[in-house]
C-alpha cells in the first residue's frame, strides 16, 4: 500500500477521533459552555452580565443543604466546576433597601450595594423545578478584583458558581430580595432542619417562592447559619406591594411587617425592643423623609433611582479602615419584571436595562 494512502488514512481516523471526543466532551459539559460563551462585560467599573444555560442543582443541594460556606463550596465544586477550586468570601456590608410604587401602580424595589471596590455579574436564570430570575453577584466574592477579572477561560469557569452567591435579585413572579449585613453574632440555628447559609437563602427565595408570605414560609423550614461570621437580614417585597424585614435574633426568626405600603432596610435591626442597634440610621432616615412625603408613592423609575442616590456613599474609611462606596445600585420592577443598574455612582449616565420577558 503506498504510504501516502496509509497516513491519509490515519489522519481521517485522528480527525474522526478527535471530532468523537470533542462531541462527547460538547454532551457533557454543553450547559457549561453555553453559560460562559454569554459571559459578556458591558462597563468598565466593572459589570458582567451572563446567561446561566441549564439547571444548576439547587434541588439537589437542598436536601443536605450547607451549615457554613465551606460546605457550600465542597457542594459547588463537586456540582458545578467539576473539581475546580472556588472561593466563597461575605465580608461586612453597608447597604440600603427599600420597596415603593410608582404613580403608574408599578411596585419597585431599590437596592444600593455597598462595599470596598467590587466588580458585578448580573446572572439570568432558569432552573428545571424553580422560576426565572435574575440577581446581582459581587465577583469579589469569588475572588475577583481590579487585578484579577474573568477575562480567561480558566478564570470564567469560576463565574459557574454565580447562581449560589446572589446578593439581590427579582424573579418571574415579581419577588424581589435584598440581603444586608447587620453587625452582630452569627446566625446559628440549629434543629434537625436543612441548613442554609446567607446566599443560598437568596437563592431560595428567588427559585422558589412567589410571593412575601412563601418566601417567608420557606425560610422557616430552614436553619439559618449566616456568612463570614456575621449576621443579616433580608428585605423581600412582591408584585402585590407586600414587604417585610426578615431577620434573626438570638438565633429565632423575626418578621418585621411594613406599617405602610413601603419599607426601609439599612444595617440595624428593625424589631421592636432592645435589638435597634447597628449602623446606617442616616442613609435609612434619608430614605423615610423622601418616601414619608408622599406616602410610598413616587413619580416613576427615576425617582426611585433618585431615592438611591439620595442614600448612597462616596468613598470613605469603613469600620475596618478601607476605602468603601455605593458599587451598584439596583432599581427592580416587580410589576414589569425589568432592572435598571448604575454601577459606581455614575448616576448622570444612562442606567444598564434588563427584562424577564
Known sequence: MNWKKIVKR??????????????????????EISSLMSLKKIDDYTLYTMEYDGDYGFDDFLKTGASNDGELVDFVVKKLLKGLPVEFSIPNLGCSTFNAQTQDGDKVFGRNFDLTYSPALFVKTQPDNGYASMSIVNLGFLGFNKERQPDSLMKQITTLAAPYAPLDGLNEKGLSIGVLLIPDVATNQQTDKVDITTTTAVRLVLDKAATVDEAVALLKKYDMHSSAKSSYHFQIADANGKSVVVE??????????AKQSYQMATNFLLTPGDYDFGMGQDRYDIMKNIL?????VITDEQAGMDILQAASSDWHKNDRGEESATQWSVLYNNTDLTAKIVMGRKYDQPAHEFSLK
Do not use: P, T
Open 248 to 257: 434573626y435574633i438570638d438565633n429565632e426568626i423575626s418578621v418585621v411587617d
Open 292 to 296: 414619608d412625603k408622599n406616602q410610598g
Open 10 to 31: 490515519v489522519l481521517i481516523a485522528l480527525l474522526v477521533i478527535v471530532i468523537v471526543v470533542a462531541g462527547i466532551i460538547y454532551g457533557m459539559f454543553r450547559h
